[in-house]
């Protein structure tokens, strides 16, 4: 148990702050970190943009585009419901105009 403790303390040391201050050691170090973030992504888009170029498909595609099996009558049939719906509010339906 005793050498559990001690390989513990020596683990969080690392992660301690210390006595002394150094802002400076501290800035470089987030800089070094977000500048290898930013060149492992950089690569990341190079890999994929050179994989999309190249013509492999990304994820999953499918090969024959999706067609709808919908008859012309009926789409015609539903523009002349709303033609009819539409001569009915300007001709039959009356509105009260609660302003006046």
């Known amino acids: 148990m005793k050498n559990l403790k001690l390989n513990f ?3 969080t040391r690392i992660f301690r702050y210390g006595d002394r201050i150094n802002p ?3 800035w470089f170090l987030l800089l070094g970190i ?5 060149c492992v992504s950089v690569a990341w ?8 170029t190249s013509g492999e498909a ?6 024959t585009p999706a067609t709808t ?3 012309l009558d009926s789409i015609q049939s ?3 419901t709303r033609s009819a719906e539409r001569a009915r509010y ?4 009356r509105f009260v105009d609660p302003s006046l």
């Open 58 to 63: 990304i994820g999953t595609a499918t090969s």
């Open 78 to 80: 539903l523009f002349s």
């Open 9 to 11: 303390g020596s683990i």
């Open 24 to 26: 400076t050691r501290d």
């Open 34 to 38: 977000t500048g290898i973030v930013l």
């Open 90 to 93: 300007v001709s039959t339906y």
């Open 45 to 52: 888009n190079i890999w994929l943009f050179s994989r999309v």
């Open 69 to 71: 099996n919908i008859q």
